[in-house]
């Protein structure tokens, strides 16, 4: 492994490194990795300003340093959610300005209070409508392990950052795998957690019905689990706080799926690497049980047609409340619009009713095994482009990224947490990526098992973190 932000955060707390020293190589990261695209806007000098603040605490109040986890480290926000105070978000939209900041939103808080010291915001598609992140006011955000292929989307600026080694770790949301499929592009640990871990207040303006999420893409799950750890509970939102369960190293039920039916096939090769997980779980005695596409297959297809209808009701919502001019956006969001205004009150609730049936039916699945092992993606990160924006068939868009990510939305729509993390390298040296999925609460237990998989050292990072030797 090449680094991460635990690693980052223990030679600022030694005294190896300083906070400016950290922050001004960050920066100058960003400078000459620039034709990536991974970042939409900084601001050096508020970069600088936060990591001076960690450098004096750590001379003047050296405990209260230490106990941040990641004092001093830099990092980056997606330019979508939030909001952090001081970071002009613009959602990749022509429709908003690059100006102001807001306050800082709850979960904003708790990362400064981390330690965390932000410097930009990352590339994301215009209002996260995408699987890539290339929104058309730019800058197109590129794979770091292949610039040719996407880095996904619609956290794809963050994944890329983190994958080239700008930053260790960077926020990202996820509302229909948007951490999870640019995690998978990119080599790097993505977990969405349980629905009302992490605070959304308090506008909860990206709570999206319950199927978006926030948290961070990283380049290890010690990280994932550091960071879950400081930035979860008392989310004070519209649903109760998930009540953590132990975890538990014993004999587990595995529920493995290696299939994702005839309309939307998965490689082979990214299939093998789901059964090898499988089978290293297998030697460490956990029973493996064979699932079917038959018993998701409902519930995928319901999955996305919700995560449709909710986005779309929510961006016409959005662009109706803020007297946006719509005609600004690209073509494919004022399509998501129209067909927001154009859905009936009983359709959103037959939808919103759909959503409910699909998480009692992952519970079902969820009686009989204790984790799901199943494929992230269905191939390897797509060339740029495959994407596109310029035209109005929200369907024809829809299509293309459940052929991508088929299992991607199933945990935004029921509220499960899910994580996936690279196993593995095809043959053009791209990730191998696997998704576990747990019930509700079990974050603990589901970081513990992503762990074990890490620890088989089937993937290294291929590029250092800014300020760590290489």
């Known amino acids: 492994m090449q680094g991460d932000a635990t690693e980052l955060a223990a030679a600022l707390r030694h005294g190896s490194l300083s906070a400016v020293e950290a922050m001004q190589i960050s920066i100058e990261a960003a400078a000459r990795l620039e034709p990536l695209g991974t970042i939409a806007y900084l601001d050096g000098a508020m970069g600088l300003a936060a990591a001076q603040a960690c450098d004096e605490e750590r ?175 008392n989310a004070r939102g519209p649903v109760p706080d998930p009540s953590p369960a132990d975890v538990d190293t014993g004999r587990l039920r595995i529920g493995l799926l290696t299939d994702t039916g005839p309309a939307y096939p998965t490689e082979d090769r990214r299939l093998a690497a789901v059964a090898d997980a499988a089978r290293v779980l297998a030697k460490d005695g956990h029973a493996i049980v064979p699932l079917a596409w038959a018993d998701f297959e409902w519930s995928v297809a319901a999955s996305s047609r919700a995560f449709a209808d909710i986005v779309s009701v929510n961006l016409a919502a959005l662009i109706e409340a803020a007297a946006l001019e719509e005609s600004k956006a690209e073509p494919l969001t004022q399509a998501f619009a129209m067909r927001g205004r154009a859905l009936s009150a009983a359709r959103l609730w037959h939808t919103l009713n759909d959503a409910v049936l699909v998480s009692h039916a992952v519970w079902g699945l969820l009686d009989t095994v204790d984790c799901i092992l199943m494929p992230m993606l269905a191939s390897a990160p797509l060339a740029i482009g495959s994407f596109p924006t310029d035209h109005a068939d929200t369907d024809l868009h829809l299509e293309r990224m459940t052929a991508f990510a088929p299992l991607a939305c199933l945990a935004n729509v029921s509220g499960f947490p899910a994580l996936t993390l690279p196993f593995g390298q095809d043959e053009h040296a791209m990730p191998l990526p696997v998704q576990l999925m747990m019930p509700m609460g079990h974050e603990p237990r589901l970081l513990s098992l992503a762990a074990r998989l890490e620890a088989e050292g089937r993937w290294q990072h291929r590029f250092p973190v800014a300020g760590l030797p290489s």
């Open 59 to 233: 001379q003047r109040a050296p405990e209260r340093f230490s106990a941040r986890p990641f004092a001093g480290v830099p990092t980056l926000a997606k330019d979508l959610g939030g909001p952090f105070r001081g970071l002009p978000v613009t959602a990749g939209s022509r429709l908003f300005e690059r100006k102001g900041g807001g306050a800082d939103s709850d979960l904003a808080s708790r990362f400064r209070e981390a330690g965390f010291c932000l410097f930009g915001l990352t590339t994301s598609p215009e209002f996260g409508l995408s699987l890539a992140s290339e929104p058309a006011i730019g800058p197109v955000c590129r794979n770091p392990l292949d610039p040719a292929r996407t880095a996904g989307g619609s956290s794809g600026g963050a994944a890329a950052a983190v994958a080239a080694g700008i930053v260790a770790i960077a926020h990202a949301t996820d509302a229909g795998g948007s951490i999870r499929v640019p995690a998978a592009c990119c080599g790097l640990v993505g977990m969405k957690p349980t629905r009302g871990a992490i605070p959304g207040g308090p506008s909860f303006g990206n709570h999206l019905a319950g199927i978006a999420s926030e948290l961070a893409v990283c380049r290890s799950v010690r990280d994932a689990a550091l960071i879950f750890d400081r930035l979860s509970g």
